[in-house]
């Protein structure tokens, strides 16, 4: 059997043998209970082997409102998934649940990755990969399923990426997923740190972007019904050892 290695080396986001990447998001209510938490799945999960080679990883991220955990899961199939929930979940579930009691566990999200991009720098030239020190997750709703709304809004965000006139240097990378019931995108980027981000948001335009006319087409797309914002940091990675 494969033992369970816990690293501090953040996912590849891009991994083409992720077939089935899903986000779910954990209440806990506190800092405290947020470190509890990450400690309590690590052990959960170190304490048993690695449950399936369908599996490539699996990261806990803690949010910047000091209250949630962003999961994020890198499967090859749904199918692998949902043989481990019939056999392994249960019991991880239970042990978390009773070294923490009261996690609310607020759904869900399958995707499936659709495009990545870096910033220009990492575009022009080999240079070092940047640790991030932020990850960014921006969370798009659409007014109904519409899978072909979903991936011309991806490519509407990246042509106005790729014609952004101050790209602020912070960014690293952008991840973009899209859900399997067509009504969502999310959005896992990288940045260097929360601060850089927090200036790129204070800057002229309305999110990231300067305010041109290919931002203004992003954010008032038909259809459009939301957009919310999380920043978090990368607090646990499991990996098969």
Sequence with gaps: MTATHRTDSHPD????????PFFSTWR???PLRQRQSVEAIAGAWERRPWPADD???Y???????A???LHYSQWTSESAYE???????QERVDEIDTAVPGIERLGLGRYRHYRSGGTPADRNGPVPRRVPGCIVIVDVEFEGPDPDRQRAWVDAVFEALENEPAPHPGGISAHFHLSTDGTRVLNYAE???ARSHLEALAASGDGIGS?????ERVQTWPGLKSSTVGRYDHALGLVPA
Excluded: I, N
């Excluded at 891009?14 to 089935?20: E, F, L, N, T």
């Excluded at 990261?59 to 409102?65: K, L």
């Excluded at 305010?211 to 931002?215: G, H």
């Design 191 to 193: 940045w260097d740190s």
């Design 59 to 65: 990261h806990v991220h803690t949010g910047h409102d």
């Design 13 to 20: 986001l891009a991994d083409p043998r992720v077939g089935a």
């Design 67 to 69: 209250s949630t955990l």
């Design 28 to 30: 806990v209510g506190t």
């Design 55 to 57: 599996l490539l990883g």
């Design 211 to 215: 305010a041109t006319a290919l931002w």
């Design 83 to 89: 043989t481990f929930v019939k056999s392994h979940r």
